[in-house]
């Protein structure tokens, strides 16, 4: 189960300096949402907020309403100052999970997008009960998550540190901990009662400059997760073997590694 109190200052500052992976896939998300401006935007596990910025500025417009949950108050309090700076009246911010919707009326949203977040909610029954209960009828759904069958290149690597090691993984830790496969993210769409109308595989290579890099990648995006069930000596050494195994990622060019992500689009019907 990942922790949601081991976030500092640090890596919620860290998490929007170097997000720019979850920002660029998290608008191919947008993109199929096909978002109006006027719409009311829910984006549940928005972090720092900035694709939530993004959503406000270039889809929804002074006329809609964004909103951003997620349950790190240090993220949202990052989405807040955007949100001034940018003068973006129509974005706000909230603290609270996926899970648990509470600041957001039945039917009052257009659409709702979850980010890579998906792979981090242990239970994904009460998120999209949450999802279709807060969605107008007709709303649509977008999610990325990554994949079960095709895990993350980070992933199979830290597995194969851990097994050296001799060492088990414990429930629900690590990067990506709760991911899907394509026919779990369907059936579990279909049993919420959503329709689902596109699941698709999408394959990114990522080029980091050096092992820090990917580290502090792995670590800001899983808001101190990352290996974060060992005791700091065993995560020091686990991490030394992680940054040799990456060597055999390095070409000319940096580290190149490769991301797996499952995009579902889904909408709640006209009438239930
Ligand atoms: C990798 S970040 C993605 C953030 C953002 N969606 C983006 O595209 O940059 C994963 C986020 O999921 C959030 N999260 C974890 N558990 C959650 C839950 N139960 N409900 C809502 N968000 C959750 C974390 O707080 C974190 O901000």
């Known amino acids: 189960m990942p922790s949601l109190t081991l976030d500092t200052p640090e890596l919620a500052e860290q998490y929007d300096r170097v997000s720019d992976l979850?920002?660029?896939?998290?608008?191919?998300?947008?993109?199929?949402?096909q978002l109006k401006p006027g719409?009311?935007?829910?984006?549940?596990?928005?972090?720092?907020?900035?694709?939530?910025?993004?959503?406000?500025?270039?889809?929804?417009?002074?006329?809609?309403?964004?909103?951003?949950?997620?349950?790190?108050p240090l993220r949202i309090d990052i989405g807040r100052r955007r949100a001034e700076e940018l003068g973006l009246a129509q974005l706000s911010f909230n603290v609270g999970q996926a899970e648990a919707l509470h600041a957001v009326a039945d039917a009052s949203a257009d659409a709702v997008v979850l980010n890579s977040v998906y792979h981090w909610?242990?239970?994904?029954?009460?998120?999209?009960?949450?999802?279709?209960?807060?969605?107008?009828?007709?709303?649509?759904?977008?999610?990325?998550s990554?994949?079960?069958?095709?895990?993350?290149?980070?992933q199979r690597l830290v597995s194969e540190v851990l097994a050296e090691a001799g060492l088990g993984r414990g429930q629900g830790s690590g990067s990506t901990p709760h991911k899907v496969s394509f026919g779990e993210l369907a059936f579990q769409l279909e049993s919420a009662g959503f329709h689902v109308d596109e699941i698709r595989l999408r394959r990114f290579a990522d080029r980091f400059a050096d092992a820090d890099s990917v580290l502090a990648f792995n670590q800001s995006s899983s808001f101190g997760n990352f290996l974060g069930e060992f005791l700091p000596q065993v995560r020091q050494?686990?991490?030394?073997?992680?940054?040799?195994?990456?060597q055999a990622h390095r070409d000319e060019r940096g580290i190149l590694l490769h991301r797996n992500l499952l995009f579902a689009v889904a909408h709640k019907p006209a009438t239930r």
């Open 22 to 33: 979850q920002y660029e896939h998290g608008q191919h998300l947008l993109n199929a949402l």
């Open 39 to 72: 719409e009311t935007l829910l984006d549940v596990g928005c972090g720092t907020g900035r694709l939530t910025a993004f959503a406000a500025r270039h889809f929804i417009g002074p006329t809609g309403r964004v909103l951003g949950i997620d349950p790190l």
């Open 146 to 154: 990554a994949s079960r069958e095709r895990p993350h290149d980070v």
């Open 237 to 246: 050494q686990l991490i030394a073997r992680f940054n040799e195994r990456l």
């Open 121 to 144: 909610l242990p239970d994904k029954a009460p998120a999209l009960a949450e999802a279709i209960r807060v969605l107008k009828p007709g709303g649509r759904i977008a999610i990325s």
